[in-house]
């Protein structure tokens, strides 16, 4: 019990610490965190502190109770022509605690000839906005990221799913944000439903309600998304089969609600 209580308290102590210090990225590790945790802020403060570090917000929403999402991008994001154009900081109240998807992580998966070390800037400013950055336990073998698939039989990241064709933009209220990228794509940032969103409830992930809002791409007038089969499940690594199947109509209503955003 002593143990714990010491190792509690050395957490809040890092959680709560104001001195910033660069990443180091000189080696890459043998897993990478999808996300890293942070001490406690208010949106306005997180807003105000992205401004001054080269940060756009281009949107702010709620997406559980408890649980404001805000989306950023930066020139170094941007410039990825991806879906890691944007990031996305979990604000949960109820947690006491912030999150951030991890670069890293998401360029191991999405983006070809990635090495360790390449988002070092974003890293860098991330830091110090949030202070210190801590992993946390979702995490996944970095080799085995550009391949991921959830198991076999299951999509990879190129098996995209077309959701609209002869399209320019969405059309309906649902859209949270649009970003334009410097290929003349665009990445568009979609609140699904209350219903839809529920989906962290049921396997207790409402901690990494950060993997939302769901995101399509625009392209040469076609619309696509990342299967939500591969998405979800890179989004958290830990996921068990069995509590895939708990959630097994969601990626079919997260498709057909970006489908109905753009008809």
Avoid: W
Wanted: proline share 4%.
């Amino acid at each position: 019990m002593k143990k714990l209580i010491k190792i509690c308290m050395a957490t809040t102590v890092v959680l709560t610490s104001h001195v910033v210090a660069e990443f180091n990225l000189d080696k890459a590790p043998s897993k990478l965190t999808a996300y890293y945790l942070a001490g406690m802020q208010s949106v306005a403060d997180i807003k105000s502190k992205l401004a001054t570090n080269g940060f756009t917000v281009l949107a702010t929403d709620s997406v559980l109770k408890d649980k404001t999402v805000i989306t950023i991008t930066n020139n170094e994001l941007k410039a990825t022509n991806s879906y890691m154009a944007t990031l996305h900081i979990l604000v949960n109240t109820k947690d006491n605690e912030v999150r951030v998807q991890n670069p890293s992580y998401l360029a191991s998966a999405y983006i070809k000839g990635y090495k360790y070390g390449d988002f070092k800037a974003t890293l860098n400013s991330l830091e110090k906005v949030l202070s210190s950055m801590i992993p946390v336990l979702q995490q996944k073998e970095m080799n085995k990221l550009a391949e991921y698939h959830f198991m076999f039989g299951m999509p990879y990241l190129e098996d995209t799913l077309t959701v609209a064709t002869n399209v320019n933009s969405p059309k309906q209220a649902k859209v949270s944000y649009s970003l334009k990228l410097p290929n003349g794509a665009i990445l568009v940032g979609h609140n699904l439903t209350k219903k839809t969103n529920a989906f962290l409830n049921k396997i207790t992930q409402s901690k990494n309600a950060q993997l939302l809002p769901y995101e399509s791409m625009i392209k040469d007038g076609k619309a696509t998304i990342l299967d939500p089969k591969y998405y979800l499940a890179l989004s958290l690594p830990n996921l068990s089969m069995g509590e895939f199947m708990k959630i097994a109509t969601i990626p079919d209503a997260i498709e057909k609600e970006i489908e109905k955003a753009y008809k």
